[in-house]
């Protein structure tokens, strides 16, 4: 089992910056690739980034790259990620997600969730 708990969540202004952070707990954490996903009221859950259990593959949806990066500390259990130049439309609850294959990630094939937090993006 896999605890994940994210922090770092709140209300930025337009073009503002954000970090979002991810402790999992359990077994062991670099056997798995790490995700972010958000929702947006009203609409589905939508894939952000993903990193891969070393940390050394990234991939990115196409509405934040450029803006966002996601890294992980395997030391601490942790993996972030890093919002910039954010827009009122990144405005969602954050979760993160593990699994055991970053390609699992991407279509949302998760082992494990945690219960998100939330950004706002204010204009």
């Known amino acids: 089992q896999v605890q994940l708990v994210e922090s770092g969540g709140g209300l930025v202004q337009a073009g503002g910056s954000l970090r979002l952070s991810c402790a999992a707990s359990g077994r062991t954490f670099s056997n798995y690739a790490m995700g972010w996903f958000r929702q947006a009221p009203g609409k589905e859950r939508e894939f952000v980034a993903a990193?891969?259990?070393?940390?050394?593959?990234?991939v990115y949806s196409d509405s934040v790259k450029g803006r966002v990066t996601i890294s992980r500390d395997n030391a601490k259990n942790t993996v972030y990620l890093q919002m910039n130049s954010l827009k009122p439309e990144d405005t969602a609850v954050y979760s993160c997600a593990a699994a055991r294959n970053i390609a699992f990630i991407q279509f949302s094939h998760c082992d494990y969730w945690g219960q998100g937090t939330q950004v706002t993006g204010s204009s």
């Open positions: 990193v891969s259990g070393g940390g050394g593959t990234t």
